[in-house]
């Protein structure tokens, strides 16, 4: 079955950096586009960033564009984030979905920033 | 960017009684060269990531009971839960991937009354 599991959250200051992973399996990865969407404490989805299945195309919310970078490495079947200048308002589980629409989705890594 | 905007913010019905939820998009969410409408809705459950339950507006995801049905083109769309069950207590959010930004709607939590 599909599997995605996100790595890397923790705890940062205001102005750090993060780095998470999602480590994909029971699907050909290579095939599939992929996002990062996250949902602050209490609040609504939101949409960060897509990558189609050869990297080739690449699109970033406003919120984070110039801030974050989204990746893949499609021989290890792994996504990734590179999350800098974190903010305050960045607090919030952090998840990887596959497919648009995002037919399946991981459980989350939770980022909190703060000082 | 395409504002999607449900309604209502929360709703409670009564067990075995109807559930509708509707969506609006700010721009069309239908593609003309394909009919197809781009738009989605999820379930989440506490403490859980949200599931797919019906794409391209209409169509259910593969192991979605029945009871889930969903309609509409253009701006304007509904989930409706024809007989809700006490596992159906969620959130319930719309989201269009016509284009990028992909927008989510607020989201609409349905309760038992």
């Known amino acids: 079955q599909v599997l995605l599991v996100e790595s890397g959250g923790g705890l940062v200051k205001p102005g750090g950096s993060l780095r998470l992973s999602c480590a994909a399996s029971?699907?050909?990865?290579?095939?599939?586009?992929m996002s990062w969407i996250r949902q602050a404490p209490g609040k609504g989805l939101e949409w960060l960033a897509y990558?189609?299945?050869?990297?080739?195309?690449?699109y970033y919310a406003d919120s984070v564009k110039g801030r974050f970078t989204i990746s893949r490495d499609n021989a290890k079947n792994s996504l990734f984030l590179q999350m800098n200048s974190l903010r305050v308002e960045d607090t919030a589980l952090y998840y990887c979905?596959?497919?648009?629409?995002?037919?399946?989705w991981g459980q989350g890594a939770l980022v909190t920033v703060s000082s | 960017d395409i504002v999607m905007t449900q309604s209502p913010d929360s709703l409670a019905v009564s067990l075995g009684e109807r559930a509708t939820i509707s969506c609006k998009s700010s721009?069309?969410?239908?593609?003309?060269?394909?009919?197809?409408?781009?738009l989605a809705w999820y379930q989440q459950k506490p403490g859980q990531p949200p599931k797919l339950l019906i794409y391209?507006?209409?169509t259910r995801e593969s192991g979605v009971p029945d009871r889930f049905t969903a309609s509409g083109s253009g701006t304007d769309f509904t989930l409706t839960i024809t007989s809700l069950q006490a596992e159906d207590v969620a959130v319930y959010y719309c989201?269009?991937?016509?284009?990028?930004?992909?927008?989510f709607g607020q989201g609409t939590r349905v309760e038992i009354k």
């Open positions: 979905a596959q497919g648009s629409p995002f037919e399946h």
């Open positions: 029971g699907f050909r990865f290579s095939d599939q586009y």
């Open positions: 990558i189609s299945h050869t990297a080739t195309t690449i």
């Open positions: 721009r069309t969410v239908l593609y003309s060269s394909n009919n197809r409408n781009y």
């Open positions: 391209w507006a209409s």
């Open positions: 989201q269009q991937y016509y284009t990028t930004p992909y927008t």
